[in-house]
């Protein structure tokens, strides 16, 4: 299992699912990089970038 992370001032800051406080999780390693890649599209070129981790914290 996946989830998309960026480090912000330091802290680790996790993507979290729409309306909750819960880590949003994938499944599919692909659909997790395909959002990642969508929301560094939407960001300034010296924003913190979002990654793939595996849920025990392994870079994918």
């Known amino acids: 299992m996946y989830k998309i992370i960026r480090m912000l001032n330091g802290a680790t800051e ?29 960001l300034y070129s010296n924003a913190e970038r979002w990654k793939v981790t595996t849920i025990n914290g392994v870079d994918y």
Do not use: E, G
Request: overall charge neutral; charged content about 20%; glycine content about 0%.
């Open 14 to 42: 996790t993507l979290k699912d729409t309306n909750s406080q819960l880590d949003k999780v994938f499944i599919d390693p692909v659909a997790a990089q395909s959002l990642a890649s969508k929301l560094n599209n939407h």
